[in-house]
């Protein structure tokens, strides 16, 4: 590829702009602590290795292969909606992951930065909404649509460039869904330990300098935002 390319932005939201993994962890212990010790510990470890993926499907795992009582619609319901009075308050008043809202604020009008996660879609748009963060971003997405699927129908409907986009996320969804989708990856460190190829943060400060080393290793030049 000649001339130097414009680098857009895909972020996941919990433990990468927002400092909020403790809260998901905390409703998964709160709802499973009945179930006893063992049970318990083997949600957490499923959750947490499991981070970017609907809490409906974590839920109906751990019922299903942990408690050995899979869970109807109905029940599956409920047990989301017990989630969510758990987990929004303390997620709108989470504290910024560093250096992500300076990010945001630099980077916003001169290139597209969307938001892809695993939480209910309705649910995501509501906590951005209420932490002031709606403006930043092109696309607010989230569940029941998996990732790669979101990427896809972005790169479409914007006529972008996969090797031109990057996302940054903390878990090993986020990294697989920017393989399969073709883009480059950043990790924000997080509790679980990425492949050994993934380029690793401790926060959000440095992005813009992490991927224009990026761009050099892949023979691409960056453009617009560098520091």
Partial sequence: MSGSEKVNWFFDFDG??????????????????????EILAQVLEHH????????????????????GTPLSEIELANWGRKYSELVVDRVI???????????LVEMQGCCRIFLISGTPENEL????????????????????IQKPAHIRALLSDYQLHSHSCVFVGDALTDYYAARETGLHFLG??????????????????????????????SGLEMRGGSE
């Fill in 188 to 217: 924000i460190q997080g509790d679980v330990e990425l492949p050994e190829d993934a380029r690793m943060l401790p926060d959000c400060n440095g992005l813009q300098r992490a991927v224009a080393e990026l761009f050099t290793d």
């Fill in 93 to 103: 008043n989470a504290p910024w992951i560093k250096g992500a809202q300076e990010f």
């Fill in 16 to 37: 990468v702009l927002v400092d909020s993994v403790s809260v998901k962890t905390e409703a998964f212990r709160t709802l499973f602590d009945p179930y006893g010790s």
């Fill in 125 to 144: 748009k509501q906590v951005v909404e209420a932490r002031g963060m709606t403006h930043y971003f092109d696309e607010i997405l989230g569940s029941p």
């Fill in 48 to 67: 947490r290795l499991n981070g970017g993926i609907s809490r409906i499907d974590k839920i109906q795992y751990a019922h299903t292969h942990f408690v």
